[in-house]
C-alpha cells in the first residue's frame, strides 16, 4: 500500500499562500482519487479538494478560486496551492487516497502538516 506523507505547512499571514506537498511512498498513476482534507482544533475533518487520475479536480465550496489541487505522477506527488488565505484556513491537512462517495479517506491517516493563518 503507497504512504502519503505531508509537508509545507506553516505560519502564514492573512492573504498569504502556501503551497503543500503530498509524496508517495510508490507510484500514484494508478491511484483513482487523491485528496487534501483538513480538521481545525475540535472539528471534523472535511474534504478540501480532490483530484482524480485524469486530473479532474473538485473542491469544497470554502475554497473555491483561492486553492488549486495538482498531481504529477512522474514524482509521485500532489500539490495543493493556497492562495488568499483566511484564518478560518487554519488547520491541520492531510492527504490520502479516496473513492467514491467522497470525502472519508480510503488509506491509513498520516500526521498531517499544520497551517495556521495569523496576523
Known amino acids: 500500500q503507497v504512504q502519503l506523507v505531508e509537508s509545507g505547512g506553516g505560519l502564514v499571514q492573512p492573504g498569504g499562500s502556501l503551497r503543500l506537498s503530498c509524496a508517495a511512498s510508490?507510484?500514484?498513476?494508478?491511484?483513482?482519487?487523491i485528496g487534501w482534507y483538513r480538521q481545525a482544533s475540535g472539528k471534523q475533518r472535511d474534504l478540501v479538494a480532490a483530484?482524480?487520475?485524469?486530473?479532474?479536480?473538485n473542491y469544497a465550496e470554502v475554497v473555491k478560486g483561492r486553492f488549486t489541487i495538482s498531481r504529477d505522477n512522474a514524482k509521485n506527488t500532489v500539490y495543493l496551492q493556497m492562495n488568499n488565505l483566511k484564518p478560518e484556513d487554519t488547520a491541520v491537512y492531510y492527504c490520502?487516497?479516496?473513492?467514491?462517495?467522497?470525502?472519508?479517506?480510503?488509506?491509513?491517516w498520516g500526521q498531517g502538516t499544520q497551517v495556521t493563518v495569523s496576523s
Open positions: 490520502n487516497t479516496d473513492t467514491y462517495p467522497l470525502g472519508y479517506g480510503s488509506g491509513p
Open positions: 510508490g507510484s500514484i498513476a494508478s491511484i483513482n482519487v
Open positions: 483530484i482524480t487520475r485524469d486530473g479532474t479536480a
